[in-house]
């Protein structure tokens, strides 16, 4: 869903800034990118690199009881 919200550019000390509305922003402390391509400025949330997978698998319950189930054998007629 695209949302359009209409703003000015300002000085925040000695950078350009703008103010982005709340129900528009990224959550607190997220690692964002900023693109130019040509005359539009992208702001978008960094992308997760192989540096995060160790967290992420930290992050995942364990699905694995350390139990199996018995192998059972079936006759073969080879």
């Keep these: 869903m695209r949302k359009v919200f209409h703003t000015s550019q300002f000085m925040a000390g000695n950078s350009p800034a703008v103010r982005i509305p709340v129900s528009m922003a990224f959550p607190k402390q997220t690692r964002l990118v900023v693109i130019r391509e040509g005359n539009r400025i992208i702001v978008e949330p960094e992308e997760d690199s192989l540096e995060s997978l160790p967290a992420l698998f ?10 199996r189930p018995e192998f059972v054998e079936t006759e073969r007629s080879w």
């Design 58 to 67: 930290a992050a995942l319950r364990p699905q694995h009881t350390g139990e």
